[in-house]
């Protein structure tokens, strides 16, 4: 993958911005994560530059109250 890397740095892409992506992507085709490891990635990739957003409460796709608790346990 380093191959990659060196390609997406060279188009301008951040390092942080492309370690999150690949993080992402291992934890997509590894093990199966939970609400709060998927919460916790999306804001390290918010913070590197993606560009994503985290949803309000109430708008569709946001977890509900009752996801977070059930997370949780």
Same mark, same amino acid.
């Given at each position: 993958?380093?191959?990659?890397?060196?390609?997406?740095?060279?188009?301008?892409?951040?390092?942080?911005? %492309?370690? #999150?992506?690949?993080? *992402?992507?291992?934890? !997509?085709? +590894? $093990? @199966?994560?939970?609400?709060?490891?998927?919460?916790?990635?999306?804001?390290?990739? %918010?913070? #590197?530059?993606?560009? *994503?957003?985290?949803? !309000?409460? +109430? $708008? @569709?796709?946001?977890?509900?109250?009752?996801?977070?608790?059930?997370?949780?346990?």
């Amino acid at each position: 993958m380093e191959i990659k890397k060196d390609y997406l740095l060279a188009l301008g892409y951040s390092e942080e911005a %492309i370690d #999150a992506v690949l993080e *992402e992507l291992e934890a !997509k085709y +590894g $093990e @199966k994560k939970g609400l709060w490891d998927n919460i916790h990635a999306k804001r390290k990739r %918010i913070k #590197a530059g993606s560009g *994503e957003r985290m949803r !309000k409460p +109430g $708008e @569709k796709g946001a977890p509900s109250a009752k996801d977070l608790k059930d997370a949780d346990k």
